[in-house]
């Protein structure tokens, strides 16, 4: 075996359940299963062609000590937050917020029928930066970077490619990759990440095969991925294409404390979060 290849470590296909005003969806990281992938805190995919699953959104609600990171794959999100800003993630547009010392903010679905598919990522935060002033980046499709290597075509919202292409988001604190690749024929997808960033991918369409083992990871299946410097993916059925996310980034190797929206160092940093929230302090 060749150890610099990544291998399929952990397979979980999550758990369902519902958030926000019951919107309808799966989590896969953040559960009992599979509690967090340092500096990944938690991962849903949120989808449904049913308004009644979706309809009722995220209405306001606060975060602090780490970012999240929205990604659309099918239909539209209207997001809001306490310092007046406002927007519409669309389909392959991507919004990365860092909550920092506080923000309220919501996320509406911009329809009232149709398909409503995304995925949302939330990623720690450094001590040093917990109580950083909220940012964003939000990026439409035109706007994010593409490549085509062997017939695979690649949406590169964050981190850097074998070929050199560099992802729209700028992030020092973990150093992220993340990567939304198509996967066509035969020929198999290999990206280089550093050995020692935690790393996994999600498929959202198809059946993959990962690594020398040849492991399979199927459609909605998240893998955790072995550490290494080489990440090697393929087509499972020549006949079906695929398309998959890769996300890597390097593990903050702190202490985690969260609970609900707040994600801190310590239980005293939570409760001071709270109490920040309650008295109107973000």
Known sequence: ???????????????IGSDGDGVKLTRLIGTADLDMIDPFLLFDS??????NDYIGGFPSHPHRGFETVTYMINGKVRHKDSMG?????????????TAGKGVVHSEMPEQQHGLLRGLQLWVNLPKTHKMTEPAYQEFDESKISTETTNGHTLNIVAGKTNLGTQGVIHNEHVQPTYLD????GT???EQTLEENHNAFIYVISGEVSVGINQAKL??????????GKQVRVEVTNTNKDSRFLLVAA???????????PFVMNSHK??????????????
């Open 181 to 184: 690749v198509f996967l066509t």
């Open 46 to 51: 949120f989808e449904s062609d049913q308004a």
């Open 85 to 97: 800003n406002e927007g519409v993630i669309e389909p392959n547009g991507v919004q990365w917020m």
């Open 218 to 227: 199927g459609e909605r299946q998240l893998g955790v991925l072995t550490k």
């Open 1 to 15: 075996m060749n150890n610099s290849i990544r291998e399929l470590a952990f397979v979980t296909s999550g758990q």
């Open 269 to 282: 940093e939570l409760r001071q979060a709270f109490d920040d929230f309650s008295n109107n302090r973000f």
């Open 187 to 189: 020929e198999p997808f």
């Open 250 to 260: 390097k593990p903050l190797n702190e202490p985690v404390a969260r609970s609900g």
